[in-house]
């Protein structure tokens, strides 16, 4: 039979070389895999980030907005990263940028909350009416997460201020 | 394994394969983490022409109904904020904005004639491609 005669006349199995070989590019390729893995990773942790603080600013920005449109009263002299309010339930509201921090904070009742993460710059710009109230807020808020930065900028016009 | 083909080992159209197999699971990793990227990108946009929009509709609640029924402006490039100045941050976006007067018995159908209602109707474009769209009635008071 061939095949017995090809066994006997080489041993079966693999030689160093071969071995050798297949080793070197099985660990090319799998080095290959953990490179394209890894960069995969990289991608979804800074995806999941931008999200996280997109999403923050956002919800910041719809509730400062809504909040605004029914003030009672505006505050015309504080900071530019400042912004005091009444509501009509009489609750006195703040919403302060600190650049130290990179926070967005609501100040309520004494109370200090955070509302928003990785703030690199906040603004809020009044205008105000002939008599000397803010009729309306410009808000500009600027989130950084690694090497990419986004802003988004909201109005709201006080209805009172009509 | 009769004939001459004794020798064991992975034939060429085995080695093929398994390159293909790999390739393949590796350019399904990259597509998944693109796409999650452009998924991320897509939905800060939105969000983007949703404040946008809104720019317009308070702009519109500073001004009288007499002006915001005579507003025919081209589409804004770059978009405006409340109160007129542009966005240049957000250059990719444009806003256009359509006036038009509505029956005062129906404010789904548009009037030939002026009356104390209009349908104001932004639509936010990324890059020229519409993204979003808004419409509300404006009454005179």
Redesign the interface.
Same mark, same amino acid.
């Given at each position: 039979m =061939? *095949?017995k005669h090809?066994?006997q006349n *080489?041993a079966?199995g693999f030689t160093v070389v071969e071995c050798l070989i297949s080793l070197a590019i099985c660990a090319m390729?799998m080095t290959? %895999?953990a490179v394209?893995?890894n960069? $995969?990773l990289v991608?979804?942790r800074e995806?999941e980030e931008?999200?996280q603080s997109?999403n923050s600013a956002?919800q910041a920005?719809t509730r400062m907005?809504t909040q605004l449109r029914t003030a009672d009263a505006v505050d015309p002299n504080v900071s530019a990263t400042q912004c005091s309010f009444f509501t009509p339930a009489s609750e006195d509201i703040t919403y302060e940028f600190r650049a130290a921090d990179k926070k967005l904070y609501l100040i309520t009742n004494g109370n200090e909350y955070t509302l928003c993460d990785n703030v690199t710059d906040a603004s809020f710009t009044r205008?105000l009416a002939t008599n000397g109230e803010p =009729? $309306?807020v /410009?808000i500009s808020l600027t989130v950084q997460c690694g090497s990419s930065t986004?802003?988004? $900028?909201?109005?709201? %016009?006080v209805?009172r201020a /009509? | 394994?009769?004939?001459?083909r004794?020798?064991?080992g992975f034939s060429l159209v085995e080695i093929l394969i398994s390159i293909i197999l790999?390739g393949l699971?590796?350019t399904a990793?990259?597509i998944?983490?693109?796409s999650?990227?452009q998924a991320?990108a897509a939905?800060?946009d939105i969000?983007?022409a949703e404040?946008l929009v809104?720019?317009i509709r308070?702009?519109t609640?500073?001004m009288s109904f007499a002006e915001v029924a005579a507003m025919s402006d081209p589409p804004y490039t770059p978009p405006i904020?409340?109160?007129g100045n542009p966005?240049t941050?957000?250059a990719t976006f444009s806003q256009q904005v359509v006036v038009a007067y509505v029956n005062r018995t129906d404010f789904s159908t548009t009037a030939v004639s002026p009356t104390d209602f209009v349908r104001v109707t932004v639509t936010v474009a990324l890059n020229g491609r519409p993204i979003s769209s808004a419409s509300w009635i404006r009454a005179r008071y």
């Open positions: =061939k *095949r090809c066994l *080489r079966a390729l290959a %895999v394209a893995f960069a $995969s991608n979804f995806n931008m999200f997109i956002r920005l907005t205008t =009729k $309306s /410009l986004r802003t988004l $900028s909201a109005a709201a %016009v209805r /009509l | 394994m009769n004939g001459p004794c020798r064991k790999v699971s590796i990793l990259v998944a983490s693109n999650f990227t991320n939905g800060a969000s983007t404040f809104e720019q308070e702009r609640a500073m904020d409340a109160h966005l941050a957000l």
